[in-house]
């Protein structure tokens, strides 16, 4: 049998590496730290890999009544456990606000003091406050109305995810792309999900962009305020990238026309 | 026992130092060599072949660890008779870490006039840079060949999470040996 050399050599290394080890984490962490909105009736779980390679994977859809009050789906993807410290931006002050907040809040307050929330006028700002070199900056010509960061701390304010939503329109069509990255603080066995309290049906598609990504698109049926939706995924270094829109039927063409725009920005080996 | 007391066995060519090392650790060998090889006959066998390989290393050889040094033996004579393994019948529980592995650095780009010393080295570098937990995810993955759910286990981890870890670590250290020069 074939054995690769690389396999050999790594049986000489330094014997002291052998007996690195560090104490056993024990889990529990409630179910989601990346938890994003995305309108009003539709809410984003959380975030966790899943199966090998880039991508995502749709693992269920249900409507109203198969389980519950709600219809939704759940998505895994495949994400990268970036460490805290490569993210090099002001976020870096991030965890002693979150530390001052898990002391200070509340058991009774709205506030979760596990999340640390700020707006931005653009993506582009929020991205330099994060300052993760693998967080790609989009770039289409479309209006941004506003970004919203979430910075998703730990039990000790440590950083364990970040959602930067950032709100755009094209005439009728309203956008909201989302990238959501984990750290390495984050060992929680999640799913990322969208459910709503209306009775919709899904149905799951997927095409390649021009950069070369998978991008699976989950469309919902119709809205009762007569709006379409669909969401499309595309993982790109380790980066979950989200975009929803929500459309009126007659708009179908243009939703389509900016979803493929979306997607195709991703492109390999870009830096 | 301890270590010190094992390897003055050894050194005295008394025959208790391989019952000792047995008793102290059999099940770390036997592990390391169940995971490579996968079936018990092939395993019992390679242990043999370990006591013997340790009766002739100690002397001249006095390990700081004994039980690092025991494993490593027992890792290069599983992989020994892995590779003389024709018939191909043995368990396929090492064979994707392994297939891991020449992903990072494939034969055929590994630079031939660089020894297998140099790259341990390289790579003993780079792991020193990672991590602890990275760090010991690779290690019971590649040096160990564990799988993932028992490094999950281990840890405490989702087996997401060590898929990740592991992910990321071929990554790092793909890119880390193009940098040093050793890939071709």
Same mark, same amino acid.
């Given at each position: 049998?074939?054995?690769?050399?690389?396999?050999?050599?790594?049986?000489?290394?330094?014997?002291?590496?052998?007996?690195?080890?560090?104490?056993?984490?024990? !889990?529990?962490?409630?179910?989601?730290?990346?938890?994003?909105?995305?309108?009003?009736?539709?809410?984003?779980?959380?975030?966790?890999?899943?199966?090998?390679?880039?991508?995502?994977?749709?693992?269920?859809?249900?409507?109203?009544?198969?389980? &519950?009050?709600?219809?939704?789906?759940?998505?895994?993807?495949?994400?990268?456990? %970036?460490?805290?410290?490569?993210?090099?931006?002001?976020?870096?002050?991030?965890?002693?606000?979150?530390?001052?907040?898990?002391?200070?809040?509340?058991?009774?307050?709205?506030?979760?003091?596990?999340?640390?929330?700020?707006? %931005?006028?653009?993506?582009?700002?929020?991205? !330099?406050?994060? &300052?993760?070199?693998?967080?790609?900056?989009?770039?289409?010509?479309?209006?941004?109305?506003?970004?919203? $960061?979430?910075?998703?701390?730990?039990?000790? &304010?440590?950083?364990?995810?970040?959602?930067?939503?950032?709100?755009?329109?094209?005439?009728?069509? !309203?956008?909201?792309?989302?990238?959501?990255?984990?750290?390495?603080?984050?060992?929680?066995?999640?799913?990322?999900?969208?459910?709503?309290?209306?009775?919709?049906?899904?149905?799951?598609?997927?095409?390649?962009?021009?950069?070369?990504?998978?991008?699976?698109?989950?469309?919902?049926?119709? $809205?009762?305020?007569?709006?379409?939706?669909?969401?499309?995924?595309?993982?790109?270094?380790?980066? $979950?990238?989200? $975009?929803?829109?929500?459309?009126?039927?007659?708009?179908? &063409?243009?939703?389509?026309?900016?979803?493929?725009?979306?997607?195709?920005?991703?492109?390999?080996?870009?830096? | 026992?301890?270590?010190?007391?094992?390897?003055?066995?050894?050194?005295?060519?008394?025959?208790?130092? #391989?019952? +000792?090392?047995?008793?102290?650790?059999?099940?770390?060998?036997?592990?390391?060599?169940?995971?490579?090889?996968?079936?018990?006959?092939?395993?019992?066998?390679?242990?043999?072949?370990?006591?013997? /390989?340790?009766?002739?290393?100690?002397?001249?050889?006095?390990?700081?660890? @004994?039980?690092?040094?025991?494993?490593?033996?027992?890792?290069?004579? /599983?992989?020994?008779?892995?590779?003389?393994?024709?018939?191909?019948?043995?368990?396929?529980?090492?064979?994707?870490?392994?297939?891991?592995?020449?992903?990072?650095?494939?034969? +055929?780009?590994?630079?031939?006039?660089?020894?297998?010393? +140099? @790259? /341990?080295?390289?790579?003993?570098?780079? #792991?020193?840079?990672?991590?602890?937990?990275?760090?010991?995810?690779?290690?019971?993955?590649?040096?160990?060949?564990?799988?993932?759910?028992?490094? /999950?286990?281990?840890?405490?981890?989702?087996?997401?999470?060590?898929?990740?870890? @592991?992910?990321?670590?071929?990554?790092? @250290?793909?890119?880390?040996?193009?940098? +040093?020069?050793?890939?071709?």
């Amino acid at each position: 049998m074939n054995i690769p050399r690389i396999a050999d050599a790594l049986g000489l290394i330094d014997k002291d590496l052998l007996d690195d080890e560090f104490p056993k984490r024990h !889990r529990g962490r409630a179910a989601g730290i990346l938890l994003a909105a995305v309108c009003g009736c539709l809410i984003l779980g959380t975030i966790t890999a899943a199966a090998t390679g880039a991508g995502t994977v749709l693992l269920e859809k249900f409507r109203k009544g198969d389980r &519950g009050t709600e219809s939704g789906y759940d998505i895994s993807a495949w994400l990268t456990p %970036f460490p805290e410290e490569e993210l090099t931006g002001e976020i870096r002050e991030v965890p002693a606000i979150l530390r001052r907040q898990l002391a200070e809040t509340a058991p009774w307050s709205d506030q979760d003091p596990h999340v640390y929330i700020r707006e %931005f006028d653009t993506a582009a700002e929020a991205i !330099r406050f994060v &300052g993760l070199a693998e967080l790609r900056p989009i770039r289409w010509d479309v209006e941004e109305t506003g970004t919203t $960061l979430s910075v998703f701390g730990g039990a000790q &304010g440590e950083i364990a995810g970040v959602s930067i939503m950032t709100y755009c329109r094209r005439g009728e069509v !309203r956008l909201q792309a989302q990238a959501s990255l984990r750290t390495e603080n984050d060992d929680s066995d999640s799913t990322f999900g969208v459910r709503t309290t209306e009775d919709l049906d899904y149905t799951e598609e997927s095409f390649t962009a021009a950069g070369g990504f998978a991008c699976r698109v989950i469309r919902s049926t119709a $809205l009762e305020s007569g709006f379409a939706a669909y969401e499309g995924y595309i993982v790109c270094d380790g980066i $979950l990238y989200t $975009l929803h829109a929500a459309y009126r039927p007659s708009d179908a &063409g243009l939703a389509d026309e900016l979803l493929h725009l979306w997607a195709d920005q991703f492109e390999q080996e870009t830096r | 026992m301890e270590d010190e007391a094992i390897i003055d066995l050894y050194f005295a060519r008394d025959e208790r130092a #391989l019952r +000792e090392t047995e008793a102290k650790y059999g099940p770390l060998c036997r592990q390391v060599a169940g995971n490579i090889l996968g079936t018990p006959q092939d395993t019992e066998e390679c242990l043999n072949d370990v006591y013997l /390989a340790l009766w002739e290393a100690i002397p001249p050889a006095r390990p700081r660890s @004994l039980k690092a040094f025991a494993s490593g033996v027992t890792r290069r004579q /599983a992989l020994k008779r892995l590779r003389h393994d024709t018939a191909g019948k043995r368990s396929a529980g090492c064979l994707v870490p392994l297939s891991e592995l020449a992903e990072v650095l494939p034969d +055929e780009g590994f630079r031939p006039d660089v020894e297998d010393g +140099e @790259l /341990a080295r390289l790579i003993g570098s780079f #792991l020193k840079k990672q991590t602890p937990e990275a760090r010991c995810v690779f290690i019971r993955r590649y040096w160990y060949f564990d799988s993932v759910r028992d490094i /999950a286990g281990r840890y405490g981890f989702s087996e997401n999470k060590v898929k990740s870890l @592991l992910f990321r670590g071929r990554n790092r @250290l793909r890119d880390y040996l193009r940098k +040093e020069g050793i890939t071709l």
